[in-house]
């Protein structure tokens, strides 16, 4: 059972701010909100992970709801190097470390 | 810190054939876990290991199997190829400390299959 849905394709205009959106309505009190990214034919490459609060780092900032059931993935400047399929994933930190892919979103970053 | 590595990054084989794939974690994690990625299914989770230990397993024939040996590094092995073994097979390390929530996987850059 897909967890989050995320909108299939988006595009982003170089240097400009990408915002990702992803659902994620069933979320569980003790579920974290994970974001990877995974450039073509490429290992997935962690991004940012959340529980309630905001979140940022040097790749990207996290905004969840006061609800939790929806978050968006910022990256502030695009770049080409930036078009990649984004997957937004909830999990329970620690324990098993499973993660469950979906089909995630195809950001193209154009000039 | 070097990242996960894995070996061979392509490979070809043909149906009927065995194949054994490498992985060594980042130093100091403890956790392995594999992942098979096809253009039809996606990512997949195979199983994961931890302390030597298989600690969870995905949905996969008998043919997947999986080692880990007291250094972390881990191996997975596919036994009687079928051509919908092609795929991309990824490995993730994580520390998995028992507490808090610092068990963020990290990926390898993945090994290519291809079998004929």
């Known amino acids: 059972d897909a967890k989050t849905t995320q909108p299939p394709s988006m595009d982003c205009a170089e240097g400009r701010a990408a915002n990702l959106p992803c659902n994620h309505s069933?979320?569980?009190?003790?579920?974290?909100v994970y974001w990877y990214r995974q450039i073509h034919s490429q290992g997935p490459q962690y991004i940012i992970h959340?529980?309630?609060n905001n979140e940022t780092n040097e790749m990207a900032s996290l905004i969840i709801t006061e609800d939790r059931k929806s978050s968006t993935l910022i990256l502030p400047h695009a770049t080409l190097r930036d078009t990649a399929v984004y997957y937004c994933i909830v999990r329970v930190a620690g324990g098993y470390s499973t993660l469950t892919f979906g089909k995630g979103t195809m950001l193209l970053v154009s000039p | 810190k070097a990242g996960v590595t894995q070996t061979p990054r392509y490979l070809i084989k043909t149906r009927g054939q065995q194949v054994t794939l490498s992985c060594s974690p980042i130093?100091?994690?403890?956790?392995v876990s594999w992942y098979q990625q096809t253009p039809g299914q996606g990512l997949q989770f195979l199983f994961e290991?931890?302390?030597?230990?298989?600690?969870n397993k995905g949905n996969f024939p008998g043919r997947f199997s999986g080692r880990q040996f007291s250094n972390s590094r881990s191996e997975m092995n596919v036994s009687t190829l079928e051509l919908g073994d092609s795929a991309l097979y990824l490995c993730?390390?994580?520390?998995?400390?028992?507490?808090?929530?610092?068990?963020?996987?990290?990926f390898g850059p993945g090994t290519r299959l291809t079998v004929l």
């Open positions: 130093s100091g994690h403890r956790s």
């Open positions: 993730a390390s994580s520390p998995n400390r028992l507490a808090g929530n610092t068990d963020t996987q990290y």
């Open positions: 069933t979320i569980s009190g003790n579920e974290y």
């Open positions: 959340g529980l309630k």
């Open positions: 290991y931890f302390s030597e230990t298989q600690r």
